[in-house]
């Protein structure tokens, strides 16, 4: 297994979306929204992970601070284009993990800074639907040294990723309760 970077959380967004413009953590509302979401800001919180994002039909990935309008668009309106898509997130996501690190890069994964720490092997854990993951996937086969992706929740239903990130908390709030943190 390839030593990472770091580890960034993508949580897929929904269909439930609140009616106001607001931050893109705040614009889904589903319960599974709810819960992807508290498990991402657990790992930050806990140094499991760098960061978390919001892979959106719309918006391809973005911070979840980020203002956003409602909308009513979903994967099935991209089509054949999903592709398309899904190099405009796998560009928009390496953007955020310059953020992120405080990195810039230029052409695939040279830095033009002064920290000098390559831009790749960063573990992507994707927690959203196949309709978003597979066409990231296919496009993030021709950059394998850029990116390491996990989809913890494939082939999960939706009842069952409720009781998946249910069990997740509840064991990480446990280990920290034990530990005493």
Known sequence: MKKTKGKIILVGCVATKQEIPCAAK????SPLFKKRRAYAEQEVKNGNAASWFIVSSLHTIIDPETVIEPYDKTMKHWGQDSLYWARCALTSLGNLCCKVW????????????????????????????????????????????????????????????????????NRRKSKRGKSGG
């Not at 705040?26 to 509302?29: G, L, T, V, W």
């Not at 990231?136 to 394998?144: C, G, M, N, S, W």
């Open 102 to 169: 405080g990195t810039r890069i230029s052409n695939k994964s040279s830095i033009i800074d002064h920290t000098e720490i390559a831009m790749d092997n960063i573990t992507v854990e994707i927690h959203a639907g196949e309709d978003y993951v597979k066409p990231i996937l296919a496009v993030a086969e021709r950059d394998k040294e850029r990116f390491v992706f996990e989809w913890p929740v494939k082939g999960l239903q939706i009842g069952q990723s409720l009781k998946y990130y249910d069990d997740l908390i």
């Open 26 to 29: 705040d614009m889904y509302i």
